[in-house]
């Protein structure tokens, strides 16, 4: 039995489908671990592949490619060098499972399944997959090694089944995907229950990136059995971590002190995982760069800093879109943050379309009041030039709503709504507040953004408006966002109805309403783009609501 091991954690992003471009990095990555020495280094869930893969793992010419890459890998490991734990799909008797699979000496040494397969939220795993077995240990240098893989830590009887079939170290590779809050449940919640009730320590490594709507943050780490914290890594970023580990004088193994890295607070995470998302959603789709309006509002500033804190200030293309109700104010403000952010500000006015469309619709509208239709053709003037914009030069367009105004369905479908990605998709509107205090005194350590602020005070002290109107302000149509807010996370969020939010202190006939306004809008947040996943409950893969609904609990 060896008395020495060392195990690298490979925290990777990944390409999803880019099976020869996954396993490359792997490749590289193992080097770099065996010039340090390492006996194995492991990757994380479904490297080989990319995560989550959806309906895409049903094509059997991907499980092929899969099964050929993963033999190319393991013959890899004939030079005597470190073994790997690759996370992949193989197929048996016409059933797909989610697998580990340790590669060493040249061949594929041992499989294991998943056990656990989520199928709420974010997940629909059951739909892809088959459930494996109870795992086994598996046996490495002399050392019997726990493979449970991502959910099935989250079960302890999954782990207390490894503990008493001898496992001694359990390694536990995810594809967790960023939630607000989520690493301290994972790190003293879950994995430290399960490290409790074995008496072992786990390794648990998750990715980093962006995939979707979906970010992973990384942070992953080393629990000893006595429930001390060995190793954590960085957040948001790709690292390569050598953890040493032997046994004490009970034969008990433990991983040796090593670094310890500062996670991200709140809000700096949400930010972290919006430049995330979005940089490796437009780099991955091969887009030049962003273009988006900028109207000198607060959420189109926050998203243009988040746009160039993600690709650089010479890849985001911000335009400046003025009606007739537009305020000197905006145009100052938006001047203001292109230059702040030192990124393209162009300046198109959309008077001469609503006058066109005037002329146009004369005949039709004879005889009606101006109203909500007017207002929503200048949104959909200013989607239509940008879509322009974006068709002509191939920027991908970057929608700024956020999650209030999409929860009450305050936006113009096919106009403000149009566009490819969203970074505020899941940020209330408070959230978007706090978020550019943040940004305005901080600077992200991921940004290729400027130091210092990047928005003017004003964008953020003065009353949110959509300016479709003279006078207009958002307060003339909702409550103030710190009532709004609460109400919409009560009931988005934690499924509360009327009675319970009014025993919570809020005024019935305004919760009403709002819950009225939340069911109605579900048809325009159908057809919205996708958007960085923030929270527990996001519009699209968490939250699956009809759209024909009579339901009202108030």
């Not at 974010?122 to 493979?147: N, Y």
């Not at 009532?483 to 202190?505: C, N, W």
């Amino acid at each position: 039995m060896t008395d020495r091991l060392r195990i690298a954690m490979a925290q990777l992003n990944q390409t999803m489908g880019d099976l020869a471009g996954n396993a490359d990095a792997m490749l590289a990555w193992r080097a770099d671990a065996a010039a340090a020495g390492a006996d194995l280094i492991v990757y994380p869930e479904l490297q080989l592949i990319g995560y989550p893969p959806e309906d895409l793992v049903l094509k059997p010419a991907l499980v092929a490619r899969a099964e050929t890459q993963l033999h190319r890998l393991a013959e890899a490991t004939a030079d005597g060098g470190p073994a790997m734990l690759v996370g992949t799909v193989i197929a048996n008797d016409g059933l797909l499972f989610n697998c580990v699979a340790l590669l060493d000496g040249g061949r594929i040494a041992a499989v294991r399944q998943k056990r656990e397969l989520p199928n709420y939220g974010t997940f629909d795993e059951k739909r892809l997959f088959a459930p494996g077995p109870l795992p086994e240990p598996v046996a490495f240098r002399g050392v019997k090694l726990g493979l449970p893989i991502c959910e099935d830590v989250w079960f302890p009887f999954v782990t207390a089944h490894l503990a008493a079939a001898g496992a001694q170290i359990l390694i536990n590779v995810n594809g967790s995907p960023y939630e607000v809050d989520k690493d301290d449940r994972r790190v003293n919640g879950v994995c430290a229950a399960r490290v409790h009730e074995t008496g072992l320590p786990i390794l648990y490594l998750n990715r980093v990136g962006g995939q979707d709507e979906l970010v992973f943050d990384g942070a992953s780490f080393v629990l000893n059995p006595d429930g001390e914290i060995a190793h954590m890594l960085p957040d948001w970023e790709e690292a390569l971590v050598l953890t040493d580990w032997a046994p004490d004088e009970s034969g008990n193994w433990l991983c040796l002190p090593g670094p310890h890295h500062t996670l991200d607070e709140h809000p700096a995470d949400i930010y972290h995982a919006m430049l995330v998302g979005l940089r490796d959603y437009v780099n991955r789709n091969r887009f030049p760069g962003v273009v988006l309006g900028l109207s000198g509002g607060i959420d189109s500033a926050l998203s243009a800093a988040v746009a160039v804190d993600a690709l650089g200030p010479d890849r985001v293309w911000c335009v400046m879109l003025p009606s007739r109700f537009t305020s000197q104010e905006s145009l100052d403000d938006a001047a203001a943050c292109a230059q702040m952010l030192g990124c393209r500000l162009d300046t198109i006015s959309i008077v001469p379309g609503t006058e066109a469309f005037d002329a146009m619709l004369a005949p039709a509208f004879e005889g009606r009041k101006a109203d909500l239709t007017e207002e929503n053709i200048q949104s959909r003037l200013r989607g239509v030039t940008l879509m322009a914009l974006s068709n002509k030069f191939g920027h991908m367009l970057l929608t700024t709503g956020n999650k209030s105004e999409m929860s009450v369905g305050y936006a113009t479908i096919y106009g403000d709504m149009a566009g490819g990605y969203s970074v505020l998709k899941d940020a209330y509107k408070t959230t978007v507040f706090d978020l550019s205090r943040w940004r305005n005194a901080h600077t992200p350590s991921l940004g290729l953004g400027p130091d210092g602020p990047v928005m003017p005070e004003t964008v953020i002290t003065k009353p949110p408006t959509a300016e479709l109107r003279e006078n207009q302000k958002d307060s003339d149509s909702l409550p103030p966002y710190e009532v709004l807010d609460p109400i919409l996370y009560g009931l988005v969020e934690q499924e509360k109805s009327v009675d319970q939010l009014v025993a919570m202190g809020f005024e019935r006939e305004t919760v009403a309403r709002i819950e009225r306004l939340l069911y109605v809008a579900e048809y325009k947040r159908r057809q919205s783009p996708p958007g960085v996943k923030l929270g527990g409950r996001n519009f699209g893969r968490d939250r699956r609501y009809p759209i024909t609904n009579a339901f009202r609990t108030g």
